[in-house]
């Protein structure tokens, strides 16, 4: 069974930085796109990030782009979201999320195995 452990969650104030990291069990993870979303309360979750199996191609959603950096490291089993001059609308639920064989996978039911989540919370 995969596993994956979302950590590095917590309070900042806007205009800081997160660094989210996703530690992911077996043997297999280099081959698979990997992808971050979040959830904020009363709203769907949305991708926030997504990254091919080596890294050579991500995705950003418009509303992150040029703050966060989606990256991995393939050694580690491990993907990462760095976050950068945070606003209080990045406040979520934070999830890392494996995504079927293939290229990058921008849909949530392209993602089959998820963690528990880390909070974010931006304040003011």
């Known amino acids: 069974q995969v596993q994956l452990v979302e950590s590095g969650g917590g309070l900042v104030q806007a205009g800081g930085s997160l660094r989210l990291s996703c530690a992911v069990s077996?043997?297999?993870?280099?081959?698979?796109?990997m992808g971050w979303f979040r959830q904020a309360p009363g709203k769907e979750r949305e991708v926030v990030a997504a990254?091919?199996?080596?890294?050579?191609?991500?995705y950003y959603q418009d509303s992150v782009k040029g703050r966060f950096i989606i990256s991995r490291d393939n050694a580690k089993n491990t993907v990462y979201l760095e976050m950068n001059s945070l606003k209080e609308e990045d406040t979520a639920v934070y999830y890392c999320?494996?995504?079927?064989?293939?290229?990058?996978?921008?849909?949530?039911?392209?993602?089959?195995?998820w963690g528990q989540g880390t909070q974010v919370t931006v304040s003011s």
């Open positions: 999320a494996r995504g079927r064989l293939g290229g990058l996978r921008y849909a949530r039911d392209e993602y089959d195995y």
């Open positions: 077996g043997r297999t993870f280099s081959i698979y796109p």
């Open positions: 990254i091919n199996y080596s890294g050579g191609s991500t």
